[in-house]
């Protein structure tokens, strides 16, 4: 079975959906922009590749247009995450091609480890109430 290919996101792309997951909420270009500068001042990507990067994440699927919002005499249009941060780096994870359905118990033993995890069992426990399982 060919798996399909993961989409890669550049930095850029990657902090611009790092500022709509973070937002909550759908934003405009004049929010987005605001909220892409780092805290020494600088911009976190190129302003003039906005729409480069907002036609790339279309692409991809990773956003979605919602409805406009007004601005003065324009409507600007707003975009919204198609899914959330944690479902994209799973999807990294299972559209690898050596990713198999056997991976994913070291996968879960690896995060809890890597997070620092002090006692796994409520985390178990709430994968257990979401997947269905007993754990």
């Not at 003065?72 to 990713?99: D, E, V």
């Not at 002090?118 to 399982?133: F, H, N, S, Y």
């Amino acid at each position: 079975m060919k798996r399909k290919k993961a989409h890669h996101l550049t930095n850029s792309e990657l902090v611009l959906m790092e500022i709509l997951w973070e937002a909550g909420r759908p934003l405009c270009r004049p929010d987005i922009i605001a909220a892409a500068v780092s805290e020494s001042g600088e911009p976190l990507f190129a302003v003039s590749s906005f729409h480069l990067l907002i036609n790339d994440l279309l692409a991809k699927g990773y956003i979605r247009v919602t409805d406009g919002t007004g601005r003065g005499r324009k409507h600007a249009r707003s975009y919204a995450p198609t899914l959330t941060r944690n479902q994209h780096f799973a999807l990294q994870i299972t559209r690898s091609s050596t990713f198999t359905p056997e991976d994913i118990p070291d996968i879960v033993c690896s995060l809890i480890q890597y997070a620092d995890v002090g006692d796994p069992e409520p985390v178990l426990q709430k994968i257990g109430r979401q997947t269905g399982a007993r754990v």
